[in-house]
């Protein structure tokens, strides 16, 4: 017996668009195998740095100049440092100073010095998911995301479709990724997510896609042993 997800998330859509059926198996809580090793998030590490920016944006004036980023990036920094993350420092401190970098880029863009919103959750039907940051430009809201992993590019088509479902979450007419482990960053390419939430809570099949994703598939075992093509145990409603 499974239980199933309340919310769909960005992560459960990216599944979807490899294959509907890895995303039944995701939204039911079938046991899955231990994600590949480029999907596995460097968790501590990675969450400092986003609690270290979310610092950051908690004190910085409502006017800042790009010469006092450094200076409240630093008080932020010092408040959550603890000695357990000495082993990271190396890492923290290039991912704060390619930080430091998009900040500057960000104020030349005339984005407002702070944040709408911070770490938030945005629900709208069934879909959820919390927005890194959300800022107002001219009348417009943007979305930024903060990446501290490495990349591969199976893993970009994935921020793509998080990207576009936090736009379309927020309203926001914009989003950028920023891989803070390179120090560079991308405007995210529009795609139309509300076709593929529509498709995704229309579908009753959950068809299985096969194809090079099976290889990497956390579901693969119980897919090619339940009887995949009985579909009729797949019909029930999301
Ligand atoms: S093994 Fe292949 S067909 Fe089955 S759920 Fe995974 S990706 Fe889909």
Same mark, same amino acid.
């Given at each position: 017996?499974?239980?199933?997800?309340?919310?769909?998330?960005?992560?459960?859509?990216?599944?979807?668009?490899?294959?509907?059926?890895?995303?039944? &198996?995701?939204?039911?809580?079938?046991?899955?195998?231990?994600?590949?090793? #480029?999907?596995?998030?460097?968790? !501590?590490?990675?969450?400092?740095?986003?609690?270290?920016?979310?610092?950051? #944006?908690?004190?910085?004036?409502?006017?800042?100049?790009?010469?006092?980023?450094?200076?409240?990036?630093?008080?932020?920094?010092?408040?959550?440092?603890?000695?357990?993350?000495?082993?990271?420092? !190396?890492?923290?401190?290039?991912?704060?100073?390619?930080?430091?970098?998009?900040?500057?880029?960000?104020?030349?863009?005339?984005?407002?010095?702070?944040?709408?919103?911070?770490?938030?959750?945005?629900?709208?039907?069934?879909?959820?998911?919390?927005?890194?940051?959300?800022?107002?430009?001219? $009348? $417009?809201?943007?979305?930024?995301?903060?990446?501290?992993?490495?990349?591969?590019?199976? &893993?970009?088509?994935?921020?793509?479709?998080?990207?576009?479902?936090?736009?379309?979450?927020?309203?926001?007419? !914009?989003?950028?990724?920023?891989?803070?482990?390179?120090?560079?960053?991308?405007?995210?390419?529009?795609?139309?997510?509300? !076709?593929?939430?529509?498709?995704?809570?229309?579908?009753?099949?959950?068809?299985?896609?096969?194809?090079?994703?099976?290889?990497?598939?956390?579901?693969?075992?119980?897919?090619?042993?339940?009887?995949?093509?009985?579909?009729?145990?797949?019909?029930?409603?999301?």
């Amino acid at each position: 017996m499974c239980s199933m997800k309340k919310y769909i998330s960005p992560h459960s859509i990216a599944l979807y668009n490899k294959c509907p059926r890895m995303f039944y &198996y995701y939204i039911h809580e079938y046991k899955s195998l231990p994600p590949p090793e #480029y999907y596995k998030p460097p968790l !501590e590490f990675g969450t400092l740095i986003h609690k270290i920016i979310a610092k950051y #944006y908690e004190l910085i004036p409502d006017t800042l100049v790009p010469t006092e980023i450094l200076i409240h990036l630093k008080k932020a920094f010092n408040e959550l440092w603890n000695v357990k993350y000495e082993p990271f420092r !190396e890492r923290v401190e290039k991912q704060l100073m390619n930080f430091v970098k998009f900040e500057k880029q960000r104020l030349s863009w005339h984005f407002n010095a702070k944040p709408v919103a911070v770490e938030k959750e945005f629900v709208k039907g069934r879909v959820h998911g919390i927005v890194d940051a959300l800022f107002r430009k001219g $009348d $417009d809201l943007v979305v930024v995301d903060w990446k501290t992993g490495y990349v591969t590019a199976a &893993y970009n088509d994935d921020i793509n479709v998080q990207l576009n479902v936090y736009m379309w979450l927020t309203g926001a007419k !914009e989003a950028y990724v920023v891989y803070l482990e390179y120090g560079y960053w991308e405007k995210i390419e529009k795609i139309n997510i509300e !076709e593929i939430i529509k498709m995704i809570l229309s579908d009753n099949t959950y068809a299985p896609l096969r194809g090079p994703q099976c290889d990497t598939c956390p579901y693969q075992f119980i897919c090619m042993t339940k009887d995949p093509f009985n579909y009729s145990v797949y019909g029930e409603e999301i």
